[in-house]
């Protein structure tokens, strides 16, 4: 009841992180109450999140990149017309 009370929080805060562990939870309950069916429905929710985790820690790194490598070309250019 926790585990599902976890999941529907977090689904209406849309925190993946916390969804992830809170199907775990569901997952490793019902694989252990022998229910493998809606075992297997959590656990295949759980790797869908671990992937969107993944996607979009990726996708801030690469923004990350591109404004530092954009800052890093104006000061670049900065530098040398200082030079100059």
Do not use: P, W
């Amino acid at each position: 009841d926790y585990c599902h009370g976890g999941l529907l929080l977090a689904k209406e805060v849309g925190a993946l992180k916390q969804q992830k562990a809170a199907c775990e939870c569901i997952y490793e309950t019902h694989k252990a109450n022998g229910k493998s069916a809606s075992a297997l429905e959590y656990h295949e929710q759980m790797i869908r999140l671990g992937d969107s985790i993944n996607n979009s820690e990726n996708t801030r790194k690469i923004i990350q990149l591109d404004m530092q490598y954009a800052f890093d070309k104006k000061e670049a250019i900065a530098k040398a017309e200082q030079e100059k």
